[in-house]
């Protein structure tokens, strides 16, 4: 059975760091482009950061970009997103996800994304 276990969130004051690791079992994804996504209270799930199954390939939202960093480690079935200058406005539940099918493109689009994670909480104080 196909599972993506996150880890890493938390509560951090604003200006703060987290990095959040989403682990694949079940297959491997080394093939496969991965997301992450957000939902705030009361708001519409987002996509944050995308990569392609090489790492070579990125899409960062415009609210994130140069604070926010995904990477992966296809030998280790895991991607990451590394999240710096947090804040307020960066609350929410985040989410990993795995495409629906082999692709080279990084992937925008929440339809595609076929497995996902249990989702982990990202609290930012200000």
């Known amino acids: 059975q196909v599972q993506l276990v996150q880890s890493g969130g938390g509560l951090v004051q604003a200006g703060g760091s987290l990095r959040l690791s989403c682990a694949a079992s079940?297959?491997?994804?080394?093939?496969?482009?991965m997301g992450w996504f957000r939902q705030a209270p009361g708001k519409e799930r987002d996509i944050v950061a995308a990569?392609?199954?090489?790492?070579?390939?990125?899409y960062y939202a415009d609210s994130v970009k140069g604070r926010f960093t995904t990477s992966r480690d296809n030998a280790k079935n895991t991607v990451y997103l590394q999240m710096n200058n947090l804040g307020p406005e960066d609350t929410a539940v985040y989410y990993c996800?795995?495409?629906?099918?082999?692709?080279?493109?990084?992937?925008?689009?929440?339809?595609?994304?076929?497995?996902w994670g249990q989702g982990t909480q990202v609290t930012v104080s200000s």
């Open positions: 996800a795995v495409d629906r099918r082999i692709s080279n493109v990084v992937v925008t689009d929440a339809s595609r994304y076929s497995y």
């Open positions: 079940g297959r491997t994804f080394d093939s496969y482009a």
């Open positions: 990569i392609n199954w090489n790492g070579r390939s990125t």
